[in-house]
Structure formats: structure tokens, C-alpha cells
């Protein structure tokens, strides 16, 4: 499948902002099941820009603004080829150590209804286990918009019951790294539909499977990724996998609008 994507994200300040730098994970890797067909970042404004590899292997630009602005615009586009491998994920550049995503972090870090959910995914050593624990997890926390934000915990989404993508990942790779096993947190795009654009800036999660290596889980969609799932980075949790993250000088009243559209390509493209 050939899916374009357009991501635009849109930062307006009150006052102006005096100085700005931002870090980029917005360059999807071709690999296993996926192939970048073309792709663009476009940062109007920026005075500099250095692409350079984070420590989980994500390409990564750092984007610089010097004097004043009021805004800062960030551009993605481009065009992906995908093919359905089940969710296992093969041919990326991975530079980290596999203990490295045992490490929890404020995001997903355990208490008493992430271990119970751990337990109840039972002891096989198999896909089977995870299986169960992404339809655990999407049982557990009922998609719902605008009831949790970027800072909400594991833990706190299961007490609450409810949350998002972002929510279920966290909650699937607490529990798997309860489990003693590497999980890792996703960011890219789901396509949802084949007839209509969709506004699809998506999260799930990865873990570790001895004889296999990294598979894919989104308890979200109740699935493994498919063709319809296209890569963009990888890391602990929400933050160290986000497509922006910056600092700045002056700037008050900052806002963020992003537009995502997610649509299938035509053959030519």
C-alpha cells in the first residue's frame, strides 16, 4: 500500500518568542515492510538545521529560531510504501541495548493496576502472552478524547478507565516490562480508512519476543500493525518518541495546532 501523509504543526505565541530550538522526529525509516518514497520537512524561518540519530536510532533534526517570531511552522509530507508483516518489525537501525526498554519512566511506571494487569496476561513466553494483554488493555481503558493529557501515567489511565492511543501504549508497555520483557513506545500515522482522509497521528506499542524480535501491538485497534501503519520513531514512552520538542526564549501564551491527514496514494505517486 502507498500511503501520503501531510502533518503540519503550527506553535503562536502571545508575545513574541526572542529564540527557539526544537528537535524533529518527523523523518519515518525505511526498513522491513517500509519504504520511503519521497519525504519533506519544511521549517520556514529556521536560521539553522542539523540532522543527526537520537540514542534509540531515530533520524532527528535539531531546528533553530533566532529573533523575534510569533510563530513556528513545522512541515512533513511525503509519500510511504507498506506491506503487512503481521507487526514484526525487521531492518531498522537500532542502536540502543534491549535492557534499555526495560526502564520505566514517570509515564509507565508500575502500581498495583498495572502488576495486576501484568499477571492476568499469564506466563507464556510466546506472542500469545501479548496477544492477550493488548485486548487486556484495550478492556481496561476505554477510548475516549479529552479526558487525559501528555503527562497522565500508566497507572492513572487504568484507575480512570479511560484515555487514548498514547494511554494504551503506556499501559501495554508497563505491564510487558513488568513482565521482565523490553517494550518500547511507538509514534506514526494510521491509515483508518480507504475512501476518506484521516486525521491519523497514532501511537502503539513494541516489545521483545525471544526467536521473533520486536512485534508490534496496538491495543488501541485490538491489532497487530498492518499495511496501514506507517513507522515515524521509537523510544520509552510518549516523550522520548515525539515528533517535537523544543525550548524557548520568551514566547508566553504558547498554542499548538497540528493537522494530520492520513489518505492512500494513487500508483503513480
Not at 506472542?127 to 477510548?143: G, I, S
Not at 516489545?207 to 523510544?235: H, K, M, Q, S
Request: with cysteine.
Amino acid at each position: 500500500m502507498r500511503i501520503s501523509i501531510g502533518h503540519v504543526s503550527r506553535y503562536t505565541y502571545g508575545e513574541a518568542a526572542t529564540y527557539s530550538i526544537q528537535t524533529l522526529r518527523l523523518t519515518p525509516p525505511s526498513f522491513a515492510g517500509q519504504r520511503v518514497v519521497d519525504w519533506t520537512i519544511s521549517a520556514p524561518g529556521i536560521e539553522k538545521a542539523t540532522q543527526f540519530r537520537d540514542g534509540f536510532g531515530n533520524a532527528a533534526h535539531l531546528v533553530t529560531y533566532s529573533g523575534s517570531h510569533c510563530e513556528s511552522l513545522v512541515i512533513a509530507k511525503g509519500v510511504v510504501e507498506t506491506e503487512d508483516r503481521a507487526g514484526v518489525v525487521q531492518g531498522l537501525h537500532e542502536t540502543a541495548p534491549l535492557r534499555i526498554y526495560l526502564r520505566q519512566t514517570l509515564a509507565t511506571a508500575p502500581g498495583p493496576r498495572v502488576r495486576d494487569l501484568a499477571q492476568a496476561a499469564g506466563t507464556d513466553p510466546g506472542v500469545a502472552r501479548f496477544h492477550k494483554l493488548m485486548h487486556l488493555v484495550r478492556e481496561a481503558v476505554d477510548y475516549q478524547i479529552g479526558v487525559t493529557n501528555e503527562h497522565t501515567s500508566a497507572e492513572q489511565a487504568l484507575e480512570q478507565g479511560r484515555g487514548v492511543c498514547q494511554d494504551h501504549a503506556h499501559v501495554f508497555i508497563a505491564a510487558a516490562r513488568e513482565l521482565g520483557v523490553p517494550a518500547r513506545y511507538v509514534n506514526g500515522y494510521f491509515f483508518a480508512d480507504v475512501d476518506e482522509p484521516s486525521e491519523a497521528h497514532h501511537a502503539w506499542a513494541e516489545v521483545w519476543v525471544d526467536a521473533i524480535g520486536w512485534v508490534g501491538f496496538d491495543p488501541a485497534n485490538g491489532i497487530c500493525p498492518t499495511e496501514r501503519y506507517v513507522r515515524l520513531a521509537a523510544g520509552l514512552d510518549s516523550a522520548s518518541a515525539a515528533p517535537i520538542r523544543g525550548t524557548r526564549r520568551g514566547g508566553t501564551n504558547e498554542a499548538l495546532d497540528v493537522v494530520v491527514e492520513v489518505q492512500q496514494a494513487n500508483s503513480q505517486q
